[in-house]
């Protein structure tokens, strides 16, 4: 790996002490899960690189160091070999050179090499335990070397002490911040980028660049996440399975067969779709817990259990006939009275719509509810059976509700969370009565075949436009 040092990029040492969330601040500011988080205090034993790369092309480095544990001894040593505080640097580097070999050593050797070599500082401390006078020594070890420096209080369990840090980091840092490593927003991590190029001019340009990137690069995310879930709704209401059955053989086993292929394939696309979004935002391996699309008995298919897709009873409420309002039952709207729920409103599309409103009971159906089946004969005799596409109004609005809830799960997430991502409650209430009709309408008129391309470009403006919204929140 070329180092960013070699070539001028700014590089930052992220310093402190054992299990203050060094590595929490790498994962997130270098947006990299690989990097190991472990709550056993001095699980980083040496020093990792962690390039930010947008494109192939390396932004800034961040630097993983062990934890300084004997800055008292350390500082006695320099004070005793320093002339004046123009030797202070010098007295760091010869410190490191003398003790390299020696294990007593070998943490702070670790963790100031990179910044006697050009690296910036990051000194992290927790902002949930009192400050005290002994962390003073390894702060003032670090004031020795020179090198532009910020810190930042990390609140791992509370806040209550973050007052009492500030004040007392600001007699040794320029810059002083407080900066959860698992709920910043990408803003605030812009933010940190920004600082650091005041602080060293040197850097204020590759810097600026870099936050550039960054914000460009965090359109683009949500730009191509709302083409990724327009595509899952597409193939959702347009998908369709189809088999011969030559002459003389039964339909029936063909049926179930087409029915679990229809199945399979609608987990199997949703599935895909959110590995790509979760790689737009450079997750890699993510552990998640979801009340996914598991089909492996054919009655999860029914609408009365379409809560184990991830929604109520009461949020489930048919979006019937978006165009041009619906006659009778049928496929027609169906609203959960106690609710108003998930897709409340969608009703009002329907005129005289209390002769095709039920109670939920009088509609649960089997699989031909989700699609509908086709027979045409074939030359060679027999016929061909297919499935699909789907033609219950609310089957699109179940798609879209689970994938804007994973976006917004991924790209309000920082790297530095190992928790397993929760997708349990899908929901759009976020989403208004307007949308909800004009996407009825665009619905209906894709399954349908009607102006199925400016139908779609229209389905994907409105999701890029959702995932964009996420920031603005």
């Known amino acids: 790996m070329t180092r960013s040092r070699d070539v001028g990029l700014p590089h930052f040492a992220v310093v402190g002490r054992p299990n203050k969330g060094k590595s929490s601040i ?189 914000e460009a690069d965090r359109q683009r995310q949500h730009h191509e996440a709302g083409e990724i879930i327009a595509g899952l709704l597409y193939d959702g209401l347009t998908f369709t399975v189809e088999q011969a059955v030559p002459e003389g053989l039964p339909e029936e086993p063909v049926r179930k067969v087409l029915f679990s292929r229809y199945q399979r394939q609608l987990i199997k696309r949703e599935r895909s779709a959110r590995a790509r979004v979760e790689e737009l935002f450079y997750y890699r391996d993510l552990s998640k817990s979801e009340q996914g699309m598991d089909f492996d008995e054919e009655d999860l298919f029914h609408q009365e259990n379409w809560y184990l897709w991830g929604l109520s009873r009461k949020q489930l409420l048919l979006a019937a006939g978006a165009a041009g309002g619906v006659a009778g039952g049928g496929a027609g709207a169906v609203v959960d009275g106690m609710a108003g729920g998930l897709l409340g409103g969608l009703a009002t599309l329907a005129g005289g719509i209390s002769g095709a409103v039920a109670s939920t009971r009088s509609v649960l159906r089997r699989s031909d509810d989700l699609a509908k089946w086709t027979v045409s004969g074939v030359p060679a005799g027999g016929n061909r059976l297919a499935y699909g596409p789907s033609r219950n109004p609310n089957f699109p609005f179940v798609l879209l509700g689970r994938a804007m809830q994973h976006h917004r799960a991924i790209s309000q997430r920082t790297h530095a969370v190992r928790a397993t991502l929760e997708l349990n409650e899908p929901a759009l209430d976020w989403l208004g009565d307007k949308d909800k009709r004009r996407l009825a309408r665009i619905f209906e008129d894709i399954r349908s075949g009607k102006r199925v391309s400016e139908r779609r470009a229209e389905l994907t403006a409105l999701t890029q436009a959702w995932c964009q919204e996420v920031d603005a929140e």
Not at 53 to 66: A, H, S, W
Not at 135 to 147: D, F, H, K, S, V
Not at 166 to 178: D, H, M, P, W
Not at 193 to 201: E, I, R, S
């Open 26 to 214: 790498v994962a997130t500011l270098a947006r990299d899960d690989t990097v190991r988080i472990a709550a056993r205090a001095g699980s980083t034993r040496s020093t990792r690189r962690f390039p930010m790369r947008v494109d192939g092309q390396v932004l800034y480095e961040l630097i993983d160091t062990p934890g300084i544990q004997r800055a008292r001894q350390m500082l006695a040593w320099l004070r005793a070999n320093c002339a004046d505080a123009a030797a202070r640097p010098a007295a760091v580097r010869q410190f490191l050179e003398e003790h390299a070999e020696q294990e007593q050593f070998a943490d702070e050797c670790h963790a100031l090499a990179p910044i006697v070599e050009g690296a910036g500082i990051i000194y992290v401390v927790d902002g949930s335990v009192p400050f005290g006078g002994d962390y003073e020594a390894e702060m003032e070890i670090l004031r020795w070397t020179g090198r532009p420096s910020l810190a930042l209080i990390n609140p791992i369990e509370n806040s209550d002490y973050v007052e009492q840090w500030t004040a007392g980091l600001g007699q040794y840092f320029q810059t002083v911040r407080s900066f959860d490593a698992h709920r910043a927003e990408y803003r605030k991590q812009l933010e940190l980028l920004t600082l650091f190029g005041h602080l060293d001019p040197e850097w204020r340009q590759p810097l600026q660049r870099a936050v550039d990137v960054l």
